[in-house]
């Protein structure tokens, strides 16, 4: 054959190849419209999206993007089927959300179950205590649930947030009285419920209930009441009324539940953000069995630009279940008595050590 020949033979062959991707590529395209194109969404008497339901956001995907990722924005698909086949596997321990953050897969597969941990941890079983029917994997191939900035990650803070969390942290040492101690640990917040709604480490159910002009998320892990959002135009409260959760506003932008929230109370840390904290949510019913949840966070007290993300909510059957948290709140008493003991022991030991 010669060369020219050949050269035609070779073209022929990679023209034939390039075919074939292109085909089935716009076979699968066309599978997924096709499949969009049957569903139809469902609604309310009066046309709004209906919502309603069991929603869960559990994911081992991190909310910032490891560093080992770097700036890729999603997994391959073998890089997905392998975590999540090691992920939802038996035994695994469904806190360690921090193993997709481990590069080797033989050290990530030793940290992923409980019996290897350190002997000083101490918990109770949680694969059994906190698996799921449908056992945690990886909600998407993206490598984080942050999409901005681009690096999956929140961005720098100023100085003025630095300092509020670098006073948060000197306060947590602090037990002079219930006023000074986390809130978390008092049972009064805890950061996931938002907004910006995340997911937590366990009993991750929402319940969605819809009225004409209310719109209810009910989270399982909560401490506070389910938020009910008014779908009107009408005024907020007065900026003097603040609260833990904000004052949220909602509105429908064509299929899309749109909630801006402000107004959050001072004393509500979150990464560092406070009062001047203005979220943006956005829920999208994307197929029957997922809500697409995006938010965006803005303070410029805190972080040098504002950052958002995405996490996909995914039906589940019910029931969900009552979370009740009060040991830290009904446990102050103690808490504080402890440290009363301690400070004492010191300072008899000091006493001691100046008679010698």
């Not at 069991?54 to 993007?65: G, I, S, V």
């Not at 597969?109 to 290897?116: G, K, R, S, V």
């Not at 509105?251 to 904290?277: K, M």
């Not at 007290?301 to 996490?311: A, C, N």
């Amino acid at each position: 054959m010669s060369h020219r020949h050949l050269v035609a033979f070779v073209a022929a062959i990679a023209v034939v190849a390039l075919t074939s991707v292109a085909v089935a590529g716009l076979a699968e395209a066309q599978e997924a419209a096709d499949a969009e194109a049957a569903w139809t969404m469902p609604r309310l008497p009066d046309g709004q999206p209906d919502l309603q339901g069991y929603w869960t956001t559990q994911t081992f995907t991190p909310l910032e993007r490891p560093e080992r990722l770097a700036d890729r924005e999603f997994l391959s698909e073998e890089e997905a089927a392998e975590l999540q086949q090691q992920l939802t596997a038996e035994g695994v321990d469904p806190l360690r959300r921090d193993a997709v953050a481990i590069e080797d897969p033989d050290e990530r597969e030793e940290a992923l179950y409980q019996e290897n941990r350190d002997a000083s941890y101490v918990h109770y079983d949680n694969q059994i205590w906190l698996r799921t029917p449908v056992p945690k994997g990886l909600s998407s191939r993206r490598t984080s649930l942050i999409t901005y900035p681009p690096n999956g990650r929140i961005p720098p803070m100023t100085p003025e947030g630095a300092a509020r969390v670098e006073a948060e942290r000197v306060m947590a040492q602090v037990f002079d009285g219930y006023e000074t101690r986390p809130l978390m640990e008092r049972c009064v917040v805890w950061t996931h419920e938002g907004p910006p709604l995340l997911p937590p480490a366990y009993n991750d159910i929402h319940q969605i209930f819809q009225t004409p002009d209310h719109f209810v998320l009910f989270t399982e892990l909560a401490t506070n009441p389910p938020r009910i959002l008014a779908l009107d135009d009408g005024p907020g409260i007065p900026d003097a009324i603040r609260s833990f959760g904000g004052d949220s506003r909602a509105r429908w932008e064509g299929d899309t539940l749109v909630v801006e929230t402000d107004q959050f109370i001072a004393r509500r840390n979150y990464r560092g953000s406070n009062q001047h904290r203005h979220v943006e949510e956005r829920f999208t019913m994307v197929d029957a069995d997922t809500i697409r949840y995006e938010f965006m966070v803005t303070d410029p007290t805190t972080w040098t630009s504002p950052w958002g993300g995405e996490v996909p909510m995914v039906r589940i059957e019910g029931p969900m279940f009552e979370y009740g948290c009060h040991e830290g709140n009904h446990d102050i008493r103690h808490i504080l008595e402890i440290n009363r003991n301690l400070e004492r022991q010191a300072a008899e030991a000091a006493a001691a050590g100046e008679a010698r």
